[in-house]
């Protein structure tokens, strides 16, 4: 079992940056970010492996939104610069045993979720 919680959310206006996290327990899994804006879909956001080498993006966000990790048991990052009104969702990470994947399905620990607004 993995338990997972989200921090770092709040309201910004657009231009501005912020750093959400994401601490685990239990063993190592590799970590996705996801996010469900207002009448729409949860959407994949940016993944990285347990170990932090191989980070990946959903094409939205690849150039602004960067994920990082130190170690397999260190706290997960999505630092989020530039951004815009359209970013507004709840943002939840979730943990798979399989890397690479952005499909939510596959995921199978989730944290609660934590709302970032952007206000324009």
């Known amino acids: 079992q993995v338990h997972l919680v989200e921090s770092g959310g709040g309201l910004v206006q657009a231009g501005d940056s912020l750093r959400l996290s994401c601490v685990a327990s239990g063993r190592a899994y590799h970590v996705g970010w996801f996010r469900q804006g207002p009448g729409k879909e949860r959407e994949f956001v940016a993944g990285?492996?347990?170990?932090?080498?191989?980070?990946f993006y959903a094409d939205s966000v690849k150039g602004r939104f960067t994920i990082s990790r130190d170690t397999a048991e260190a706290p997960v990052f999505l630092q989020m610069d530039t951004l815009v009104p359209e970013a507004t969702a709840i943002y939840s990470c979730?943990?798979?045993?399989?890397?690479?994947?952005?499909?939510?399905?596959?995921?199978?620990?989730w944290g609660q979720g934590i709302q970032v607004t952007v206000s324009s």
């Open positions: 990285i492996t347990s170990t932090g080498s191989q980070p």
């Open positions: 979730a943990a798979s045993k399989v890397p690479l994947k952005n499909q939510r399905q596959i995921y199978d620990y």
